[in-house]
């Protein structure tokens, strides 16, 4: 079998979840004798005035083609940004010279809806892995401009608000007039009309696809709700392999101390901040917590974190480690916060943390919710506020046995081996 892995972004430039998946899905299927390739967007700034520019190469064993483009100099950035003609007609190019018996895509993010079209052209058998929210929200988190998380229905008013207040000229009159600016943005039916239209197509497209993988119940009931055909959508979540670990990498470093870690994007969508105010709620809890992640991106929400920092040695942004250095990370810490405020999905580092026999205190929203069972494996707290989250953390401290409690309900997670099983079960239902 040929398959075809689409996916917005791939190493080694590029290493975010997304983009790791699909690279060692390919990987996988490789070793299993399937003939696969993966195309990928190298970058959106460079390229001809229009149509793409790539290059053919060999990453690791993977055979991959690097699309560029210049996106600034689409004649609709905002509708090349879901629905890129460029890409369409490269990938169309593609597909009918390689003849691929399946085509996955990873996300959608980038390579836009107008990829998968390309292989409904050419009657090519198409699966889609969901990974976040993109299909329903161009700023991909479900995330309001004012913070809060979007619901559904999807309003193509309010988004149109939100994507606007991305800049400056529009957000500082939304912080100081809300109430006169949603008036306002009612009445922006140019930029109200072009929000429906993504919508539109993107809906259209996505009951095209053969088979769509939802890492989540969460992500497959909020796509069913907007109208997706719930017989197209496949509950399977991402396996991890940790085999290789020894028992002795599960067992914690004794300490008296309750040592608390978030791992993840330092990011203000996270809520590390919700984790930082929660410890400053207990100033004389013997606790100490370490926010592993890039600090660079977001530099303001960096000062902000540090500022929380101030005068309490507890709190410690620790920066990025090895991947390979998990599970060594993972053994100095009795417990890992998640704090995110928006939905989130199946998020890697909880089931890392199951992995490792780490319990998770989440957030009570989205895939976070449902993968914590609270009490057993893990516990919960209302979303954004570090008054619950210190709640949680001082019955950790309050109740001497809880720890070794929610340790010991922590349930195997699924294996890379069993979801690549799942996945080749999906291709070949695709193929008959």
């Known amino acids: 079998m040929k398959i075809i892995i689409a996916v917005h972004h791939f190493p080694p430039k590029y290493t975010s979840g997304a983009e790791l998946r699909a690279f060692r899905t390919a990987q996988a299927l490789q070793k299993r004798g399937y003939e696969v390739r993966a195309v990928c967007v190298e970058n959106i700034d460079k390229g001809p005035d229009g149509g793409v520019t790539w290059r053919d190469e060999i990453y690791d064993g993977v055979p991959v083609r690097r699309l560029s483009f210049n996106l600034e100099s689409a004649p609709d950035p905002f509708r090349w940004s879901y629905d890129n003609l460029w890409i369409g007609d490269h990938l169309s190019t593609m597909l009918a010279n390689y003849k691929p018996d399946i085509f996955h895509l990873v996300s959608g993010y980038i390579m836009s809806g107008r990829a998968l079209h390309a292989a409904y052209r050419h009657n090519i058998p198409t699966v889609l892995s969901l990974t976040d929210f993109w299909f329903l929200c161009p700023r991909i988190t479900m995330l309001r401009s004012d913070g809060h998380v979007s619901t559904l229905p999807i309003d193509p008013v309010q988004c149109s608000k939100c994507l606007a207040e991305e800049q400056r000229r529009y957000r500082l009159p939304g912080q100081y007039a809300p109430k006169l600016t949603d008036v306002y943005w009612k009445y922006q039916h140019g930029h109200i009309e072009r929000i429906q239209d993504r919508l539109n197509f993107l809906h259209d497209t996505l009951n095209q696809v053969n088979a769509i993988i939802s890492p989540s119940q969460f992500l497959r009931s909020l796509f069913i709700e907007t109208g997706t055909d719930p017989n197209s959508i496949i509950f399977s979540r991402q396996g991890h392999d940790f085999s290789h670990v020894s028992s002795g990498l599960l067992q914690k470093i004794p300490s008296d101390t309750l040592r608390i870690g978030y791992v993840g994007q330092i990011a203000p969508h996270k809520g590390v901040h919700v984790l930082f105010e929660a410890v400053r709620l207990l100033p004389n809890a013997n606790v100490m917590v370490k926010a592993y992640g890039d600090a660079t991106p977001f530099p303001s929400y960096t000062a902000q974190l540090q500022k929380l920092a101030t005068h309490d040695e507890r709190l410690e942004l620790a920066g990025v480690y090895q ?55 893990g516990l919960l707290f209302e979303v954004g506020n570090p008054n619950s989250l210190a709640e949680q953390l001082q019955h950790l401290l309050d109740e001497s046995d809880l720890l070794l409690s929610l340790r010991s309900g922590i349930t195997p997670i699924k294996s890379t081996t069993q979801e690549l099983d799942e996945l080749e079960a999906i291709y070949h239902h695709q193929d008959v």
């Open 323 to 377: 991947r390979k250095n998990v599970s060594k990370v993972l053994q100095e810490l009795d417990v890992i916060v998640v704090p995110s405020v928006w939905y989130e999905n199946s998020p890697n580092s909880m089931l890392e943390s199951f992995a490792h026999k780490t319990p998770v205190i989440a957030s009570d929203l989205g895939g976070m919710a449902e993968l914590v069972l609270h009490g057993q494996n």
